[in-house]
């Protein structure tokens, strides 16, 4: 998993714009994502103000780590483990990623180029694939 310096440094870059707006970020995805499928509501469970923290804390460590690749397997692996014990099913990474696009493209507005967005498509795809591999495999070690 390696990516181009120029998809690190646009991924990179737009996030730290993004985390200047964490909570109103947090609450546009979790508005996007529950329009997008109602039927995750009642996965999450508790305060989603708390949640979203840990989202954007959760996504802020990956993007961190994107010119570390072992570093980065190692906590998206552990992540798609954890995913899996929640219920998280392989569809709903589509629409994790289609409401990550829109929070990002609401965010960041005109800074959302097309460079911009092929960059986030490549990551969350990466990143994506690698979560529900783990949870594959734990679910074959079950």
Do not use: C
């Not at 804390?57 to 190692?74: E, S, T, Y």
Request: glycine fraction near 6%; aromatic fraction near 8%.
């Amino acid at each position: 998993m390696l990516f181009q310096p120029t998809t690190i440094d646009q991924v990179q870059t737009t996030w730290r714009e993004v985390e200047q707006i964490a909570p109103i970020a947090a609450a546009l995805f979790y508005d996007h994502l529950f329009a997008a499928d109602p039927s995750l509501r009642p996965m999450f469970r508790g305060d989603m103000t708390e949640q979203g923290e840990k989202l954007m804390q959760m996504i802020g460590a990956a993007v961190q780590k994107l010119d570390k690749p072992r570093a980065l397997v190692h906590v998206l692996e552990a992540l798609g483990r954890r995913h899996h014990d929640y219920g998280v099913r392989p569809s709903h990474y589509d629409t994790v990623g289609a409401a990550l696009l829109q929070t990002l493209s609401m965010g960041l507005g005109d800074q959302f180029t097309p460079a911009v967005e092929q960059a986030w498509v490549e990551v969350y795809g990466v990143m994506a694939e690698t979560m529900m591999a783990a949870a594959d495999s734990s679910n074959m070690a079950a």
